[in-house]
């Protein structure tokens, strides 16, 4: 492939999913990439995250090996729990994206309490 075709590829980012009694945890590897950079959508039971990574400044130097592939990232994840949208939290630390996706009250656990007939 030329780099121009390379450009154009999107890339899905590695991904780490947790399932935490309130919520759901993602990290995502965005290596390079600004806050600024991401976006995420949330829309029906789909969640997008998509975001372009820059190239990894080597000081000038020449990179001797390199798996990180700078470009366009993105991927879709289907929900398949009710999240309570108005308390997502999303924070890029290091590269790493850090997606809180807390569980709508009607889809957490509850325990059913059994009454003697």
Do not use: H
Not at 33 to 41: F, L, R
Not at 59 to 66: E, I, R, V
């Amino acid at each position: 492939m030329t780099d121009k075709e390379l450009r154009g590829r999107v890339y899905s980012p590695d991904l780490d999913i947790a399932d935490k009694k309130e919520a759901f945890v993602v990290w995502a590897d965005f290596p390079g990439a600004s806050p600024e950079s991401v976006e995420i959508n949330l829309e029906n039971d789909l969640i997008t995250v998509r975001g372009v990574a820059a190239e990894i400044d080597a000081g000038g130097l020449p990179l001797l090996y390199q798996e990180f592939e700078p470009g366009d990232y993105e991927t879709t994840l289907k929900l398949s729990t009710s999240i309570d949208r108005d308390k997502v939290e999303a924070e890029l630390k290091d590269g790493v994206l850090a997606l809180t996706l807390p569980k709508a009250p009607e889809a957490k656990p509850k325990a059913i309490k059994i009454k003697a007939a």
